[in-house]
């Protein structure tokens, strides 16, 4: 399946490409371009539109795009969970200090971001530092229960 986005990856657009290859689409293939022309590549590819405005799996009701494709695809991992907390707070700038490991996520996003200012090679980097997180977020909620 075909998803797209705008460019420019921050936290959200690099979150929910995570998100969807660990837990949705194993085979997902990820298409970044400029704002305006995510509605014509919707139409000519018929990918999914993610965290841009006014779309089923974007920014509503006060959450992410990550947390929409959570409820959306009804996932219920509480690692997944805490991790949508944290990605939340990071990928909202009024939220940033609701969570106290927000601010270090957005900082590696921003260092990404300048240091890989292309959006498939940022993507395939930072895959890394989630999968990292993730496994901080199931030892977490193991402590937790």
Known sequence: MKWVTRSHVHVDRVACPWLITRFIDSEAEFIYVAKNQ?????K????IPYDV???ELGHKDGKCSFESIV???EL???????LARIIHA???ESELHTDTIAAGLEA??????????DDLENLERQLEVYDALYAWCRLQVAKES
């Not at 995510?38 to 919707?42: D, G």
């Not at 590696?108 to 240091?115: D, L, W």
């Open 38 to 42: 995510v509605e014509q590549v919707v």
């Open 44 to 47: 000519e590819t018929g990918a």
């Open 53 to 55: 405005p006014n779309v």
């Open 71 to 73: 409820e959306k695809y």
């Open 76 to 82: 219920t991992d509480p690692a997944l969970l805490r």
């Open 90 to 92: 990071a990928d909202i």
């Open 108 to 117: 590696i996003a921003t260092g990404f971001s300048v240091r890989f200012p």
